[in-house]
């Protein structure tokens, strides 16, 4: 029954066997992504846009890791230089910072 219910909306029923008190393990997150957020153009990057948005730094920089990390994985592209992660992370800014309303 629900089967048909998955296929009638075009989607498929997947079945899980794991316990329910324990979150599924992330993928770790490229060495690329790792190192770029060591770098002095991230952590003012960082700075600027939780100033920007009057929010505290570390939970802008978490929120960036892993919209990046999840965009690095949907393009399945974990192995970006730095300079293809700062154009995305400058995008996220972009969005973030200067929303129109």
Not at 41 to 49: C, P, W
Request: charged residues 25%; proline residues 7%.
């Amino acid at each position: 029954m629900l089967n048909q219910i998955a296929h009638a909306l075009g989607t498929c029923l997947a079945v899980s066997l794991t316990d329910p008190d324990t979150d599924p393990a992330e993928p770790p997150l490229p060495p690329t992504l790792v190192r770029l957020t060591q770098t002095p153009y991230f952590q003012r990057t960082v700075r600027r846009l939780a100033a920007v948005r009057e929010e505290e730094s570390h939970q802008i920089q978490a929120r960036l890791v892993d919209g990046l990390a999840a965009a690095a994985r949907g393009l399945k592209r974990d192995d970006m230089s730095e300079g293809d992660w700062r154009r995305l992370l400058d995008s996220m800014v972009l969005v973030l910072a200067y929303s129109v309303e």
